[in-house]
């Protein structure tokens, strides 16, 4: 059994839908669980839906709705002939019960709305694509996997009760593969106990792909993206990115946690903890070979570079002259934790402790405010920070050559300087 994971850019489009086709037919035969994510930039638009229904403009996130639904519809009636009826009726189910709830007041927390409406959006795209798939002979089971993710009440940010999911993909999913070669279901999504739809963090169909890995032991989780391969940087910054065929688990856990936006931080343990590789391939071009992740020791990996712009560092000295010691330290990592707000790079001194965070304007406006109350606090912004794994001398030059570097830290492995 394999696992896939299709994101949104590999379904954006009536021919991206028809080039699954291509792929899955190199499969034939396999038992795949397939995960599909909202098509395109389906969630950013039912973000701002939401947002609307929250400030009590029923009639705008109706209207902005109603273009969604649109969007959805027009792509099925491409794709379908002898499947758009049931196609439609399922969407129509899914449309009425979002449209009910814009029809309200909100009483609720905004977390709880957000979910109960942005989940729509891989209900759409998997319907359409599992229909598709079925009209083009590609036979494959639809399932809503709000019916096999529990999750906690932590709207937006949903953990998933193990125990309960676990069981519901012995008992409910793998029975399912006695019938048929392909179950395609959703990411990003759950269900409480209470049957409310949770979402498990943007971006976050990778790890629901790596859940189902791990609870199916699959023999691996491919992820299909719009990219060649894993690449040592962003292309869109470096244009002499270069293409890594094997890293392992621990290195990728590593570059995002520097920041690097290639896979979900989260998707790794689940595989990592059953030794279940992963493939990184692409959709545009199955034949490419892509990246395979892996437990093994990966050696002589190419400088992998990380640069985050819009960086934000505050400066926060001691009044009196007295040491940046625990007492300073720990009050202000309480304050970081209940304003959600992650350090990319910290440094202490005798008297001062910096801290970059990307510029998450109101929150750091905030962490300002509350800090100045024991400490004095200088901010800089428009700062940006760059982080090179394997580095060596030639690469560190060329990449700082002209900056001006205001903090600089370094281990065997890892340089990171903070730019102006
Ligand atoms: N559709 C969700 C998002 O755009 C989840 C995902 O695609 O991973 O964040
Ligand atoms: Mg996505």
Same mark, same amino acid.
């Given at each position: 059994? !394999?696992?896939?994971?299709?994101?949104?850019? %590999?379904?954006?489009?009536?021919?991206?839908?028809?080039?699954?086709?291509?792929?899955?037919? *190199?499969?034939?035969?396999?038992?795949?669980?397939?995960?599909?994510?909202?098509?395109? !930039?389906?969630?950013?638009?039912?973000?701002?839906?939401?947002?609307?229904?929250?400030?009590? #403009?029923?009639?705008?996130? @109706?209207?902005?709705?109603? $273009?969604? #639904?649109?969007? /959805?519809?027009? $792509?099925? !009636?491409?794709?379908?002939?002898? /499947?758009?009826?049931? &196609?439609?009726?399922?969407?129509?189910?899914?449309? $009425?019960?979002?449209?009910?709830?814009? /029809?309200? #007041?909100?009483?609720?927390?905004? =977390?709880?709305?957000?979910?109960?409406?942005? &989940?729509?959006?891989? @209900?759409?795209?998997? &319907?359409?694509?599992? /229909?598709?798939? *079925?009209?083009?002979?590609?036979?494959?089971?639809?399932?809503?996997?709000r019916d096999v993710f529990r999750t906690d009440d932590d709207f937006r940010d949903a953990d998933i009760d193990w125990e309960i999911t676990t069981a519901n993909v012995r008992d409910n999913i793998n029975p399912l593969f006695a019938e048929n070669n392909i179950v395609l279901t959703q990411g990003f999504i759950g269900a409480t106990d209470e049957n409310e739809s949770t979402t498990l963090g943007r971006e976050g169909s990778d790890f629901s792909a790596a859940v189902f890995a791990n609870l199916l032991d699959a023999e691996s989780l491919t992820i299909w993206k719009d990219v060649e391969s894993v690449m040592n940087a962003d292309p869109k910054q470096f244009s002499d990115a270069i293409p890594i065929p094997v890293l392992n688990f621990n290195e990728v856990i590593e570059m995002a946690y520097y920041g690097a936006q290639i896979i979900h931080p989260k998707t790794i343990k689940p595989l990592q903890n059953k030794n279940i590789p992963l493939f990184v391939k692409s959709f545009i071009d199955p034949n490419l070979a892509g990246t395979i992740i892996h437990n093994k020791v990966v050696h002589q990996l190419p400088p992998i570079i990380v640069l985050k712009e819009n960086q934000v560092m505050l400066q926060m000295?001691?009044? =009196?002259? %007295?040491?940046?010691?625990? +007492?300073?330290?720990?009050?202000?990592?309480?304050?970081?934790?209940?304003? +959600?707000? #992650?350090?990319? @790079?910290?440094?202490?001194?005798?008297? %001062?402790?910096l801290c970059v965070f990307d510029d998450r304007t109101e929150k750091l406006e905030k962490l300002a405010l509350d800090a100045s109350a024991f400490l004095d606090v200088q901010v800089m912004r428009n700062l940006s920070l760059l982080t090179i794994r394997h580095f060596h001398k030639e690469i560190f030059e060329k990449l700082t050559i002209d900056k001006k570097i205001l903090l600089r830290q370094q281990t065997q492995t890892t340089i990171q300087v903070l730019m102006q």
């Open positions: 059994m !394999k696992v896939f994971k299709f994101g949104g850019a %590999s379904v954006n489009s009536v021919e991206r839908v028809q080039n699954l086709v291509d792929i899955l037919q *190199n499969y034939n035969g396999e038992k795949l669980l397939i995960v599909v994510s909202a098509m395109g !930039k389906t969630t950013n638009a039912l973000e701002k839906v939401v947002n609307a229904f929250y400030e009590s #403009k029923n009639a705008e996130a @109706l209207e902005l709705f109603a $273009t969604i #639904k649109r969007q /959805h519809l027009n $792509t099925a !009636k491409y794709l379908l002939v002898t /499947h758009f009826l049931s &196609c439609e009726n399922q969407l129509r189910d899914f449309f $009425t019960e979002a449209e009910w709830l814009l /029809h309200d #007041k909100p009483v609720k927390d905004y =977390d709880y709305y957000y979910d109960q409406l942005v &989940c729509t959006g891989e @209900l759409f795209s998997t &319907c359409i694509v599992s /229909h598709f798939l *079925n009209e083009k002979g590609i036979s494959n089971k639809w399932i809503d996997v000295s001691s009044r =009196d002259f %007295s040491f940046i010691g625990e +007492h300073y330290i720990g009050r202000l990592y309480q304050l970081f934790e209940s304003l +959600h707000l #992650k350090p990319n @790079l910290t440094q202490n001194g005798a008297i %001062s402790f």
